[in-house]
């Protein structure tokens, strides 16, 4: 009965998940192009020049928005990570497993364009003093080692186990991240996007900023929503194979 | 025109970055997009193929 019971558990989440997510994918895809077009639009053809970084300001609109989503995109795994661990959710290791390839993305764009931001306004496209720069490459890393874990290990549920504990380890980077323009004041400058009370950047920076934003949002739940439906369907294929053979 | 593609003489910098942008989007769309169709055609024809000897619970 117990063993039944898991069984019917197990199969009917991913069913159920299978269902809604057909729903959303037409949505959340034509949202993020609908936004990113227009994020584009007004970053590039409506946006002044910066008066002391002149044009360079627009790599802002491309830069800002992938480092967010590389640790946006990390805290939700190390999310799905803990609840996996905790209350063994079924499709928390193929939200999570799902997430990791796009978070790595993410954070690879965040590097390279904050490189060819950092050049012409700092003077140099990389330093190893700058505590930033150093604890988003280790980000870059912990994403690599993640995605290599999860291939290493032939056994689903054990490689799910190692790969979340890994997952909740790597977590300590993100405070590090974020606070690293803090505790050490070097190349990078602080977070400044957001300021209660004003003071922070220009509405006219700001607004294509967040519409930049929330356009790669939606299309990593788009491409994340694909890739865990790529992932269910992976695992029915090869209990199918199981079936099959036996 | 010609002006909007020289950003201000940072165009070395600022179309680069948004090249690499659209290149690695772009790239995950299109793998996301043909992994899950290859995914979802394969469990089509498994199940084709399973179900005619085990119709299974």
Do not use: C
């Amino acid at each position: 009965m117990a063993v039944s019971m898991t069984r019917i558990t197990v199969l009917a989440n991913p069913k159920r998940f299978l269902d809604y997510s057909s729903v959303l994918l037409p949505w959340t895809g034509g949202l993020a192009f609908v936004l990113l077009a227009v994020g584009l639009y007004w970053a590039l053809f409506e946006t002044p020049p910066d008066y002391q970084q002149h044009e360079t300001v627009k790599i802002m609109f491309v830069h800002v928005p992938a480092a967010w989503m590389g640790i946006f995109v990390y805290s939700l795994i190390a999310g799905a990570s803990l609840g996996g661990l905790v209350f063994r959710h079924p499709l928390s290791d193929v939200a999570a497993k799902s997430a990791a390839p796009l978070g790595a993305a993410f954070t690879a764009l965040a590097l390279v364009t904050g490189s060819l931001w950092g050049r012409p306004t700092w003077g140099t496209y990389w330093q190893w003093g700058d505590a930033r720069l150093v604890s988003e490459l280790l980000l870059l890393f912990i994403y690599f080692g993640y995605i290599a874990l999860w291939n290493a290990i032939d056994d689903p549920t054990r490689a799910a186990k190692a790969a979340a504990v890994l997952a909740l380890v790597g977590a300590a980077d993100l405070p590090i991240i974020h606070f690293s323009v803090e505790w050490w004041n070097t190349l990078h400058q602080p977070n400044n996007t957001l300021v209660l009370g004003g003071g922070g950047i220009d509405p006219a920076f700001l607004w294509p900023l967040l519409i930049m934003a929330l356009g790669y949002t939606v299309l990593f739940v788009w491409l994340w929503l694909l890739r865990m439906r790529t992932e269910i369907f992976e695992r029915r294929a090869r209990a199918l194979m199981m079936a099959k053979g036996a | 025109m010609a002006d909007f593609f020289a950003m201000g003489g940072y165009a070395g910098y600022v179309w680069p970055a948004y090249a690499a942008s659209l290149l690695v989007l772009v790239t995950a769309i299109v793998t996301a997009l043909h992994g899950h169709a290859k995914a979802r055609e394969n469990v089509r024809r498994l199940e084709l193929e399973v179900g005619e000897d085990d119709k299974g619970p």
